[in-house]
């Protein structure tokens, strides 16, 4: 996978927290939304275009000469992004489908500028998700948050599916890695609240959700994750009969 793509677009983590934590959602695609707690790790993952621009890494190149310093340049760049995009997510209210898809847009914008062309795997997956997205608006409207996606109908499922030209199922995937972002965007508002500094790379953010997820979730949340936990273990006994 392109590790320019924007963390909206790109991680791929177990349950609602894995898909949230591990970048930005701008072109790491499906950028990968977070390691959640060990009871949502039973919960479904995909890669989508995620926040953030870049992979992150906290050590600096160990490569000498102008390929060093470039790779070192792009690292710092790719983490103030990453910073600067948990700095809007922290300091927002919530997180609405009008705002994801600015961040997806976002990403991809920053991303277009350091590429030659843009007919990769990875900006396609995340312009897919962009167009998903806006589906997803013209059906509920651009204020509409995770919550709300969680009671939407089949019928209205069918619609996204029918304007993106994709298939019920991956739209329940992206809707479920949408619960992911928001769970992000939660748990970094508490921590800015509480007076508590950003997390300053993904696996810190994963540890910060792993720890918050249940304060920080809805009840609508809860109660999906309850199903699903229902859900794998009724598969588990089944599996043992």
Known sequence: MNPSLPMACRTRL??????????????KAAASLTHRLAALSETRSMTY????????????????????????????????????????????????????????ERG???????ISFLQTKEVKTAKEVVAVVKALIDVKGGDATADDLLKMDRLERLKVATASSKTVEEIAILMSQIQNMDLMQRTLRKRH??????????????????????AVMS???????????????????????
């Open 14 to 27: 177990p349950g609602i927290v894995r898909g949230v934590a591990t970048g930005s959602f701008q072109h």
């Open 49 to 104: 275009p995620r926040f953030q621009v870049a992979s992150l890494s906290t050590e600096s190149s160990s490569k000498g000469g102008i390929r060093g310093w470039m790779e070192d340049r792009n690292q710092r760049k790719q983490q103030e992004e990453y910073m600067a995009q948990m700095k809007r997510l922290s300091e927002m209210d919530q997180l609405t489908l009008e705002i994801y898809k600015g961040e997806l």
């Open 108 to 114: 991809l914008n920053q991303w277009g500028a350091n």
């Open 193 to 214: 609240l509480e007076g508590k500094p950003i997390p300053p790379d993904p696996a810190s953010m994963q540890a910060a959700i792993k720890k918050d997820a249940l």
């Open 219 to 241: 009840k609508g949340q809860k109660e999906m994750m309850m199903k699903r936990q229902a859900t794998a273990a009724k598969r588990a006994m089944r599996k043992r009969r």
